[in-house]
C-alpha cells in the first residue's frame, strides 16, 4: 500500500511545483532603473541593460553619446559571476550558415529577385567600435546556469547567492593608448518570490529573471 501510495504523492508534488516560477529581483548600487530600463550613464556612454529570461541574461545595449566613435576591448571587458570572470571575446573562428539575397529582392520585391544559403567562417573581432549617436547589443551569458537553485527568501550585497558584474573597457582610441576608462556595474538578487506561470507576465522587468 505504501509502496503504490509514494509515486502518487510525488507526482502531486511535481504538478504543484511546475505551476510556480521563481523570479528574482536584480538590485544594483551603480545603475538606475528609467522607465523599467536599468541604466549606467556618463557623459561619454549610456549602457542599458534588460536581464529578463528565463535563467536570467546578460543583456545590454551601449550607446555613444559624444560626437567620435568609441571602441570596445571585449578581450579587457568581462562578465563576472560570484567573482568568477567570463571574457567577452574568445580567440576562436566559428563557422555560420548565411542567407544572401540580391538587393533587388530586398529592396524591391519579390519578382526577379533570388536568394541562396550558405556558410562561412567568422571571426570574432577582439575591438568593437560604436559610431557617434548609434548602439550596439551584447547578449552573450546567461545569469545562472541550468538546474540552478535560489531560495525563496530576501537577500543583502553580503547573503546573495548571485552577484555579478559587467567590466567593460573603453576608449576613444582604436589602438586604446590615451582616454582609456573602465565601466564596472554591479548587481546581486535580493529577492526571489514564487509567481504562478499564469501570472509571469505581470512580473516581468528589465530588473528580475525567472527560473524554473
Known sequence: MIKRFLPLVFLAFLLTSCEFYKVASITSDTTKEINNSVVFENDTIKVTYNFWALNGLMLFDIYNKINVPIYLDWKKSAFIVNDKMMSYWQD?????GVASSSAYYLYGGGVGGS?????KSVREE???????????TSSKYSLVPQRTTLPVQTFNVVTSPL??????????????????????????????????????????????????
Open 115 to 119: 536568394s541562396r544559403s550558405k556558410s
Open 92 to 96: 576562436e573562428t566559428n563557422t555560420v
Open 126 to 136: 577582439r575591438v568593437g567600435v560604436v559610431p557617434p549617436h548609434s548602439y550596439i
Open 163 to 212: 552577484q555579478f558584474r559587467n567590466y567593460l573597457a573603453v576608449s576613444t582610441s582604436e589602438q586604446f593608448d590615451k582616454n582609456v576608462f573602465y565601466i564596472d556595474n554591479g548587481f546581486f538578487v535580493s529577492n526571489v518570490k514564487k509567481v504562478r506561470i499564469g501570472k509571469i507576465r505581470s512580473a516581468q522587468s528589465s530588473a528580475a529573471f525567472y527560473t524554473n
